[in-house]
């Protein structure tokens, strides 16, 4: 089998690249809620990672058209106790409880490690369906999750070999001292053997793939995170630079919607 984007998805991830690239935020103006394939999915959402774009995209674009056929045009949250027990700030929020789906009503705001992820907790509300498809929901907020690390991922090693090739130590850029590339390497490795079972999780959407597609992304984009880190140096723990959002999000997201070890616990228990 091969995991080769068609056209239409290539130019899909080229349009969306430009459209945040310059700035743009509106992702409804290009038809974004209409998008219900995982693969198209995926790569919609790696697109939104590889430009941190903040805000409940997963549950908006993703989760909550599952559960419910449309997010109605407003952002939307949702919590899935005791795996996913807080939701983030949006317009509407449901609560699942096993099959059963609920409104939610927010009442505290938590902190999050990611400043534009505000979370709150719900308080049950209304029911609003029974036997609702949970299950498939659920692993839909994992595999898009899985495709924004993949997308933060690429940003962190962009902006790492960028710097690299412009900081310069001893009369030389830095990017070229082996120990630096080393790391670099180790990154898209990762990387690398990462996307094809995101894009597999895509396909099959099972929940031992979509596991192994969590696992595999958070693993990779916290390395791309670390060594980003380490080759920037200093200037990278600072507020006023760009990493820093990448890395905030990388580390709120690598335990989103499932931490890896509860991920790999699921595919021990699929084998």
């Known amino acids: 089998m091969m995991f080769t984007l068609s056209a239409e998805q290539t130019d899909f991830a080229s349009v969306l690249h430009d459209f945040l690239g310059a700035g743009g935020t509106d992702l409804a103006s290009l038809g974004v809620d209409e998008v219900t394939d ?5 790569v919609l959402f790696e697109e939104v990672g590889h430009h941190a774009v903040a805000g409940p995209l997963v549950e908006t674009l993703a989760v909550v058209p599952a559960l419910i056929g449309s ?3 407003s ?9 996913l027990p807080h939701a983030l700030e949006a317009d509407r929020y449901l609560l699942v ?14 902190d999050s490690v990611d400043p534009t992820r505000r979370l709150v907790e719900l308080t049950p509300g209304p029911v609003i369906a029974t036997g609702a498809p949970t299950a498939r929901a659920f692993d839909l907020g ?14 962190l090693l962009e902006m790492t070999t960028e710097h690299a090739k412009a900081r310069t130590q001893f009369g030389t850029p ?29 396909v099959t959407m ?29 200037i990278g723990y600072t507020a006023e630079h760009g990493l820093g959002r990448f890395l905030l999000q990388t580390r709120a997201l690598r335990t989103a919607w499932g931490s890896p070890s509860m991920h790999r616990a699921r595919v021990l228990e699929a084998l």
């Open 38 to 42: 995982p693969v198209d999915l995926v």
């Open 206 to 234: 099972s929940a031992r793939d979509v596991s192994a597609a969590k696992v595999a992304t958070s693993d990779a984009a916290w390395q791309a995170a670390r060594v980003a880190l380490q080759v920037h140096g200093a």
């Open 142 to 155: 994992v595999l898009t999750t899985s495709a924004q690390l993949l997308g933060l991922g690429r940003a």
């Open 174 to 202: 830095i990017g070229r001292f082996q120990a630096v590339k080393h790391h670099l390497a180790n990154v898209l490795i990762g990387l690398e053997l990462a996307r094809p079972l995101v894009f597999g999780a895509a």
């Open 71 to 73: 997010s109605g045009g």
């Open 75 to 83: 952002s939307c949250s949702v919590a899935f106790p005791p795996l």
């Open 97 to 110: 409880d096993g099959e059963t789906l609920r409104e939610g009503t927010p009442t505290t705001e938590l």
